[in-house]
Structures are given as structure tokens and as C-alpha cells.
């Protein structure tokens, strides 16, 4: 029996990259429907004017950061 799994990807100097079964839901508990969508994009740099999602604006505004695994503490 294999289990699907979410994956993450941070992208440099853009957003995080989901991919796998999605449910994104706001702080309300209200889902957004995602049917279709086997991968989403939110935004890291807080200017996107589809936040959650990415639209891109990070190119515009020259978000910059990058991440690579750490200890957890």
C-alpha cells in the first residue's frame, strides 16, 4: 500500500511549491478549492496580490532568500 506524500520545494529567491494531495484551508476552516491542481505555488515574500498564492511579484520587488535544511531546534 503506497501513500501518496506532499512535497515542498523552497525555490531561491521565490515561493514555496507544493505538490501532491492539497488541502489548504484559511483560519476560518474555509478550503479553497484547489480540483485540478495537482501542484500550487504560495508566496514567501508577502507581496503577491493573490497571496496565498504567487503571482510573480517577488521578481518585481527583488525578494531574496534562500534556505537549505538545518537542525530543527
Known amino acids: 500500500?503506497?501513500?501518496e506524500?506532499?512535497?515542498i520545494t523552497v525555490r531561491p529567491n521565490g515561493p514555496l511549491r507544493v505538490e501532491g494531495p492539497i488541502v489548504l484551508k484559511d483560519a476560518d476552516g474555509k478550503e479553497w478549492d484547489l480540483t485540478g491542481k495537482p501542484a500550487i505555488s504560495l508566496c514567501r515574500c508577502g507581496h503577491s496580490e493573490k497571496r496565498p498564492?504567487?503571482?510573480g511579484s517577488h521578481n518585481r520587488v527583488g525578494?531574496?532568500?534562500t534556505a537549505t535544511p538545518a537542525?530543527?531546534?
Open 5 to 7: 506524500v506532499v512535497k
Open 63 to 65: 525578494f531574496q532568500c
Open 53 to 55: 498564492f504567487c503571482d
Open 1 to 3: 500500500m503506497s501513500e
Open 71 to 73: 537542525v530543527l531546534t
